[in-house]
């Protein structure tokens, strides 16, 4: 499984949920803290080509997933595709 990059901030109870969620399912992922890097919107957005409203934003390898509902999505989708 590809790393997965989660840029968030720890007070975002979305962000956490998708940490969370990584370490339940055992997928390996970086943690990007939007306030310890002192990282605003805008940088994200350039660091993943597209404008950024919320977090967090969460790519899997160099694919881009989206929020937490997204990734939730995701996971599920493809939990189902491996046990086809």
Not at 22 to 49: F, S
Not at 75 to 81: L, M, N, Q, T, Y
């Amino acid at each position: 499984m590809e790393q997965v990059t989660i840029y968030g901030r720890s007070s975002c109870g979305f962000c956490v949920r998708a940490k969370q969620l990584c370490e339940v399912k055992g997928m390996p992922y970086q943690w990007v803290d939007m306030i310890a890097e002192n990282l605003t919107k805008e940088d994200i957005a350039a660091r993943i080509g597209r404008p950024v409203y919320t977090v967090p934003q969460i790519l899997v390898g160099s694919e881009y997933v989206g929020g937490c509902d997204e990734f939730m999505r995701w996971v599920r989708d493809h939990e189902a595709e491996a046990a086809r």
